[in-house]
């Protein structure tokens, strides 16, 4: 009797938390960059584009209502930039994410704080975390200031 032999079991790889949590974080903070970058981009350029249009339209005696529903249109973007806070989130995501990034290049290179450091690892998740939790807190603050701001009904 012949014994079918299989392939071999391929061993199973656990993936590092630290290292998988700092991934999955400048992942999400530089997309999240990337998205509020947009916004305020696209949302500047059509409120220029609307004021641009007024004085035009105004010149060629266009009816006074398209004008003041372009003011309003501008009005509106303004104060959504104003509430969302496109331009703040984008600098502020960009710069965790980056800041995340150089931890991980210093952890990787062991340098910096990662050079002396009796347990590396343990000081990398650390160190992430405190950005991470500080960042967070900043945007808490930030958008408990705005709610304070915001005319309730």
Do not use: C
Not at 34 to 45: F, V
Not at 65 to 83: K, M
């Amino acid at each position: 009797m012949v014994d079918a032999v299989g392939p071999a079991p391929v061993p199973t790889v656990t993936p590092d938390p630290v290292l998988a949590r700092l991934e999955d974080q400048i992942h999400w903070y530089g997309s999240k960059a990337d998205s509020n970058r947009r916004w305020y981009l696209g949302l500047k350029i059509l409120s220029l584009v609307a004021a641009a249009t007024i004085p035009v339209l105004s010149a060629a005696s266009v009816s006074t209502v398209a004008l003041a529903v372009l003011g309003a249109l501008i009005l509106a973007i303004e104060g959504v930039q104003q509430l969302v806070q496109f331009h703040e989130n984008w600098l502020t995501f960009r710069s965790t994410a980056e800041d995340l990034k150089h931890e991980k290049f210093l952890y990787g290179a062991s340098a910096g704080p990662y050079q002396s450091s009796k347990h590396p690892h343990a000081l990398l998740a650390e160190r992430v975390e405190v950005r991470i939790s500080s960042e967070t807190r900043r945007w808490e603050h930030r958008e408990e200031g705005i709610r304070a701001e915001t005319p309730g009904p």
